[in-house]
């Protein structure tokens, strides 16, 4: 590819096309697949209800709902949403965890043309009103353990409504799998809501509604808050089925004779799409687990020969080194995908996984809650550990019909192949705009463009990786550091269990690099061992300047550090 930088866009992505048909493997397709054509999600559960009435749509610790039971179902809810004065375009809040519930919400939401909020349930009062005033939800479908975060906010919020459910009410008499505490607590009374599944019981079974449309607003997705406060980001069903067929086709091939688990959060754009949009639009049986738990996991996948399973390399280096381990058989699983929050995906790792189950762990994909998270793949890039190379953060190449670009932050010009800049997507299933926020919007989104705020970069090969965030960029004396690389210097110690990597104010240096270090039990590291540690891995200006013993990082909800909270706590 001609590398001069006064290419202009539609030049620089024909040259990068044609990279990507050099680099392309050979396993994997061109064009995605979608089994009953570009029909909306809700019309996917309808087809699959038919063709298979009877095969579990999800598992949750031994209680199934069959495709008919859910698509029946969440008809119910939709004709009960109708009944309480819910229309199209109507936001609903959803305040749950994972649970069966979660998912007949979403489907009846959805078929009724209302839109969908998804609400972390583990948000407190502020946040919680924040994001129920802000996405001007008046009606609220809530789990009861939390409950009382809606009564405490009700004041707060123009909440007319609120149907209560419980996982009481969808667990089985003898649970298949190891039960967390909060999943076994008793019903808890909530005497001024609509109890959610005798509604539905209760309910007339009420004609099909007509489709709904593929480019109607169906979801407003929340962003983490990672760098600051949460946004709305408005999607459709087009969004929700290009993902689906981006991640059955290009990133892993999932057909209706898989079943996969699910233990990430679904209320997040990423288990959104695990859990309940790449299932359902693929006809595939999801195991549902309402969080995180290696022995349930390893249960569930010996038991229901689970065959594909997302989730992040902590959870799964936690498998490995359980002592109960070996009491499962877990060679069902022939995909895996990882994402690195904490701990990266290394070639150890991806070689203790092999052995255990079988199956090539691989580098999940790249994406944000503003492109519904499907933009890369890296899926028959591990010949020889091609995808672990040394240069950091590989991430492969865009899906088809997704295009990347790497643009200067401050002129916005295109940059060399080989140059670090700022990632910029245009996707199929990009956000429409940030919900009420037109100057975000407009700061975001520009000729199509989304630019994400990522560092990162295009080889001379076409292939893509990310570096960091630019507002957690280091400049020390001049050089830049990427506290990403300095965090997997740190993480290969064997003493060391988290690390987390911020700049902070320095007078000779301008920036200085400190690291927030978890030690694993027993070890003894002082700062200055830690230090002469990452000397041996990275050049001397990399090399924290100022090491901090902590018991815990601060995370958001699914996991990832928070390195403003770091900053934060310098101040």
């Known amino acids: 590819m001609n590398t001069r930088t006064n290419l202009t866009v539609a030049e620089y992505l024909a040259a990068l096309r044609e990279l990507n048909r050099r680099a392309w493997p050979k396993q994997v397709p061109t064009e995605l697949g979608y089994p009953f054509g570009e029909i909306a999600l809700t019309e ?57 519930q979660f998912l007949i919400a979403f489907f009846g939401i959805l078929k009724l043309g209302a839109v969908l909020v998804p609400v972390n349930p583990l948000y407190k009062v502020h946040e919680f009103v924040h994001q129920i005033n802000d996405s001007g939800a008046e009606i609220i479908i809530a789990l009861d353990q939390t409950m009382e975060i809606v009564q405490a906010a009700s004041a707060q919020t123009r909440l007319r ?24 607590c008793a019903r808890l009374p909530c005497a001024d809501a609509i109890d959610l599944i005798p509604a539905l019981r209760a309910a007339p079974q009420a004609p099909p509604l007509p489709p709904a449309a593929l480019d109607d607003l169906a979801a407003v997705n929340y962003t983490g808050g990672t760098t600051g406060i949460p946004k709305g980001c408005l999607h459709t069903q087009r969004d929700m089925i290009y993902t689906a067929a981006a991640a059955c086709t290009i990133i892993a091939p999932i057909t209706q004779h898989d079943i996969n688990i699910c233990f990430l959060p679904i209320f997040w754009v990423a288990g959104e799409d695990i859990g309940i949009v790449i299932p359902i639009f693929s006809g595939s049986t999801s195991v549902l687990l309402a969080r995180w738990d290696p022995l349930a996991f390893m249960a569930a996948v010996e038991r229901y020969k689970v065959t594909d399973a997302d989730g992040t390399v902590d959870a799964f280096v936690e498998v490995m080194e359980h002592p109960d381990v070996g009491r499962y058989d877990l060679r069902s699983l022939s995909k895996t995908r990882a994402v690195s ?91 429409k705009g940030y919900w009420n926020k037109p100057e975000e919007t407009s700061k975001a989104l520009k000729d199509g463009w989304f630019h994400t705020g990522d560092v990162g970069r295009i080889d001379e090969e076409g292939y893509v990786y990310i570096l960091d965030r630019k507002n957690d960029l280091i400049i020390t004396g001049g050089e830049n550091v990427y506290p990403s690389a300095v965090e997997a210097a740190l993480l290969s110690h064997p003493e060391i269990e988290e690390a987390g990597v911020v700049g902070v104010p320095d007078i000779e240096w301008g920036e200085k690099v400190k690291a927030f270090v978890v030690l694993k039990d027993g070890s003894r590291l002082g700062p200055k061992d830690v230090t002469d540690f990452c000397r041996g891995r990275l050049g001397g200006h990399k090399c924290p300047r100022e090491v901090q013993f902590v018991r815990e990082l601060p995370k958001n909800s699914v996991g990832k550090v928070l390195r403003r909270k770091l900053r934060e706590n310098q101040a």
């Not at 179902?73 to 649970?99: E, H, T």
């Not at 459910?165 to 505490?181: G, K, Q, W, Y």
Request: net charge negative; proline share 8%.
């Open 44 to 100: 996917y559960l309808r087809r699959w209800a038919k063709v298979q009435p009877t095969k579990p749509a999800i598992i949750f610790y031994g209680t199934e709902l069959s495709y008919s039971e859910l698509d029946n179902l969440s008809d119910r809810l939709a004709s009960l949403l109708a009944s309480l004065g819910v229309g199209r375009g109507d936001r609903v809040a959803v305040f749950m965890p994972n649970c069966p």
């Open 161 to 184: 409504t609120r149907i209560v459910t419980s996982f009481a009410d969808v667990l089985p008499a003898e649970p298949t799998l190891p039960l967390p505490p909060s999943v076994q």
């Open 341 to 431: 929050f904490v701990k990266s995906l290394t070639k150890e790792c991806r070689e203790r996984w092999r052995a255990l189950t079988g199956a090539t762990m691989i580098q999940a994909t790249y994406g944000s809650t503003e492109t519904h998270t499907m933009d890369v793949f890296t899926r028959g890039m591990q010949d020889d550990d091609f995808d672990l190379r040394p240069q950091s953060n590989f991430i492969g190449l865009a899906v088809p019909g997704t295009e990347l670009k790497i643009c200067d932050f401050e002129s916005g010009k295109l940059v060399p192949l080989g140059a670090d800049g700022e990632i910029c997507v245009r996707s199929p299933s990009l956000m």
